[in-house]
């Protein structure tokens, strides 16, 4: 088991650059594929981002390549989500999530563990 925890959730401006963070416990990072989803106001959850278990592999959704970059820090046991050029389509509820395998699945449902979200609003 692991429990995971988001945060560094705010209002943004378009064009602007934020940061979340997630923090892992009861096993370590590393034992685990993470990456992130977030889910708008009427929407489904989405696959935004991952890093593989080795961190070797990074995956992100068409919409953000080039403006988010995810990243891992296994001493820490945190993950990170760096966003750029936001614009006010990304304003969503961001969880952190993590699944037992290599890689974190783009389908929500398959992944095993879930943060609590964190609100980024991006204001136009």
């Known amino acids: 088991q692991v429990q995971l925890v988001e945060s560094g959730g705010g209002l943004v401006q378009a064009g602007g650059s934020w940061r979340l963070a997630c923090a892992a416990s009861g096993r370590t990072s590393s034992s685990y594929a993470m990456g992130w989803f977030r889910q708008a106001p009427g929407k489904e959850r989405e696959f935004v981002a991952a890093i593989s278990r080795s961190g070797g592999s990074i995956d992100y959704v068409d919409s953000v390549k080039g403006r988010f970059t995810i990243s891992k820090d296994n001493a820490k046991n945190m993950m990170y989500l760096r966003m750029n050029s936001l614009k006010p389509e990304d304003t969503a509820v961001y969880y952190c999530?993590?699944?037992?395998?290599?890689?974190?699945?783009?389908?929500?449902?398959?992944?095993?563990?879930w943060g609590q979200g964190t609100q980024v609003t991006v204001s136009s």
């Open positions: 999530a993590a699944k037992n395998g290599p890689v974190v699945s783009r389908r929500y449902h398959e992944n095993d563990y």
